[in-house]
């Protein structure tokens, strides 16, 4: 999930900089977008086999499109204004990327990161049970099939667990990084 946020955050970050660049990739990036998720894992089994970096891709990819878009976001809700005034004192494109509109792209990627969080276990899970890779999708699939009321029930306690102990961390983290920002995450 740490490399779908930070392939996310930093394409969104290069994206908000550049219109040039917005207009060439955008259609392809829309494109993938609109793509159900779900539907990608099988090509991502051929890709790579029905291994753990199927499961590994299918993460990434999942967490990359939704951080990507927050990221984006936050980039391009920069104000014209800060960004002219921040030109005028002769600041370069890298110096505004760096300066003016990294600090909203990260705000915004820490704001998608619970959503991120929930939705890569929902992959994971998912990718586990269409390939039969060991892990929590594939003890469900067991659990299920041999009408294990308990362990069903074990597994999706533990994931639930596992997604709040994510959550939190990344909300201290998210505290602790923008102590800065009075916007209120």
């Not at 159900?36 to 590994?56: H, K």
């Not at 499109?65 to 002219?84: I, K, W």
């Not at 890298?94 to 704001?111: D, G, K, N």
């Amino acid at each position: 999930m740490i490399v779908g946020t930070v392939l996310g955050a930093g394409c969104g970050l290069l994206l908000s900089n550049s219109r040039t660049l917005q207009r060439v990739v955008s259609p392809f990036l829309t494109f993938l977008n609109a793509t159900p998720r779900i539907a990608l894992i099988p090509i991502f089994v051929i890709l790579a086999g029905p291994t753990l970096t199927t499961t590994v891709l299918t993460a990434v990819f999942i967490v990359f499109f939704l951080v990507f878009y927050n990221a984006y976001r936050g980039g391009t809700s920069v104000p014209r204004a800060v960004v002219q005034n921040v030109e005028l004192l002769g600041a370069s494109r890298r110096e505004v990327m760096r300066q003016v509109r990294l600090p909203y792209v990260l705000v915004w990627t820490f704001a998608s990161l619970p959503n991120a969080i929930s939705f890569g276990l929902v992959s994971v899970v998912t990718a586990e049970l269409l390939t039969g890779q060991l892990g929590m999708g594939r003890l469900l699939l067991d659990s299920v099939s041999r009408v294990d009321s308990t362990l069903t029930f074990a597994v999706v306690v533990v994931l639930a667990v596992v997604g709040v102990v994510l959550v939190t961390v990344t909300e201290f983290v998210s505290r602790r990084a923008l102590h800065w920002w009075d916007g209120g995450i």
